[in-house]
């Protein structure tokens, strides 16, 4: 059994929180897994006070759902949520283009390319190449020096994350890579307009692989079928 160890300064505190937050991110915890204390504590060592401190913060991320007599349970968010949580994140994230285009220092953009350049080396790591793809945007986001700016990107591209796992189409990697790759251009070079209307069309395409419904839905479903019964 692991020792229970305190939590000096938080730090214990923390660390709990971020590793449950990068699992759930990761995908490793999927959307509806219980989260017992019991059982977590044991595995991390720490008591079961330091792993409801980071389900109640998890919760206000809208990453766990707390139930009364049931215990936690990552969220499960509905496609109405989803498709709010992506209308929100777009607004946002063009704030961000705005804020920093045509602003970006030269550790920024170091930053930004290294962090690019992690993202390519991880193409085949599907797990690490989602959560990479999440933390190029909440980097971003860092980058405005806008509290409340940074907290909101984080938390909806953390629960993006969620509505993936639920209802989205594979991962593409090396689309993600590219585009993240050309926004960085276009930023450096203080194309306003361009990178906006590229992050928009970046966020429309995480949108459609998070499977929303569209009124033309039912026949990208029946694309492949009608082609098979010679019907297209």
């Known amino acids: 059994m692991a ?3 305190s939590d000096a300064g938080g730090g214990r505190s923390q660390a709990v929180h971020r590793a449950l937050k990068r699992a759930i991110i990761d995908q490793a915890l999927p959307p509806g897994a219980k989260l017992p204390e019991d059982s977590i504590g044991e595995r991390l060592g720490v008591s079961r006070t330091l792993v409801r401190e980071a389900l109640v913060r998890l919760s ?9 007599n049931k215990g936690a349970a990552v969220a499960r968010p509905s496609l109405e949520e989803g498709r709010d949580l992506f209308l929100t994140r777009m607004a946002l994230e063009r704030l961000v283009v705005e804020t920093l285009s045509g602003n970006l220092t030269r550790e920024q953009i170091d930053t930004l390319s290294a962090h690019i350049a992690g993202e390519e080396a991880a ?3 599907h797990a690490a190449s989602i959560r990479l793809a999440g933390e190029f945007h909440t980097l971003l986001a860092q980058m405005t020096n806008n ?4 907290r909101y990107v984080n938390e909806l591209v953390a629960r993006s994350s969620l509505i993936l796992a639920l209802y989205g189409r594979p991962h593409s990697s090396e689309c993600a890579v590219s585009e993240h790759r050309d926004l960085l251009d276009k930023l450096i070079a203080g194309k306003t307009e361009e990178a ?9 395409s995480i949108t459609a692989r998070a499977l929303l419904p569209t009124e033309n839905s039912i026949k990208d479903v029946l694309a492949t079928y009608a082609l098979a019964e010679g019907l297209a």
């Not at 509290?147 to 940074?150: E, K």
């Not at 906006?196 to 429309?204: G, I, R, S, T």
């Open 147 to 150: 509290a409340s700016l940074i």
């Open 196 to 204: 906006a209307a590229l992050m928009a069309h970046h966020l429309d």
């Open 3 to 5: 020792k229970k160890v």
């Open 60 to 68: 206000q991320e809208g990453l766990v759902e707390l139930r009364p």
């Open 123 to 125: 193409r085949t790591e």
